[in-house]
């Protein structure tokens, strides 16, 4: 069975999946839904179409990009093949699947439901603090949806409790802005925790959002439920899976 994790504040249809209910196994067990993987293609393909069909979509309309952590925005009416270079889209067009994957990045889904517009981005600490979240409440204002009537949701991202960093990460932050310091805890060592969805709702509030939540899950600290990046580093493994989170008009 699949675990799809939703927000009240999300009216279109929508979910933050979980690994549970996929067909991949050994350390992909689950959902794995990133064919940049090293996981089996027809695998990826079959997770991907259980995604879909639980979002009312056949596995086509799921319209993803080659995700670089940048600040790039694509506004579609179609799912774009070959996938393009960007890490956030937007659409006014019903029946597109807005899909981004993660594994400890943030993935935000966007909606304003009274002007039919919806966004989605992957936002990691590189691509949040190079304006990856604004440039998707731009896009989506450019189709006609309203700063002010626009919800997005942060679903689940690496924690301030397994964020570690190091000073030059900290300086990149502050050197730019030393209100940034409010999101870093001292750690061990002289390294730094860092507090990136706390930093992404700020980000979205400045961008002038009318609400902005995290769903408050932590991917490094729960393995049943999610992929992360930075636990897969700690254990040596050799690759690690995606999630996918998908919205849709």
Not at 93 to 99: F, K
Not at 148 to 167: C, K, L, M
Not at 200 to 228: I, K, M, N, Q
Request: aromatic content about 8%; hydrophobic content about 45%; overall charge negative.
């Amino acid at each position: 069975m699949l675990e799809i994790l939703t927000s009240a504040a999300l009216t279109p249809r929508h979910g933050f999946f979980t690994r549970k209910g996929g067909a991949s196994s050994g350390i992909f067990a689950g959902l794995n839904c990133g064919s940049g993987s090293s996981d089996l293609a027809e695998i990826v393909a079959i997770n991907r179409g259980r995604v879909a069909e639980a979002m009312g979509l056949a596995p086509e309309a799921l319209a993803g990009v080659h995700q670089v952590h940048s600040a790039d925005v694509l506004s579609l009416t179609a799912p774009p093949e070959p996938k393009p270079r960007a890490d956030a889209m937007v659409t006014a067009t019903p029946g597109i699947g807005l899909a981004v994957l993660t594994a400890d990045c943030q993935p935000v889904l966007f909606a304003d439901a009274e002007a039919g517009v919806i966004g989605a981005a992957h936002a990691g600490w590189r691509g949040a603090k190079d304006g990856v979240l604004e440039a998707t409440v731009a896009a989506m204002e450019a189709l006609g949806a309203r700063r002010a009537a626009i919800a997005a949701v942060i679903g689940p991202t690496i924690s301030q409790a397994a964020y570690e960093v190091g000073p030059e990460f900290f300086e990149s932050f502050t050197d730019d802005d030393p209100e940034t310091r409010r999101f870093f805890a001292g750690g061990r060592n002289g390294r730094m925790m860092f507090d990136l969805p706390a930093f992404g709702l700020w980000r979205l509030r400045e961008a002038g959002v009318g609400h902005a939540e995290w769903t408050r899950h932590c991917t490094y600290s729960d393995p049943e439920r999610f992929y992360s990046f930075r636990r897969t580093t700690h254990a040596g493994e050799a690759d690690y899976g995606r999630l996918i989170s998908v919205i849709r008009l």
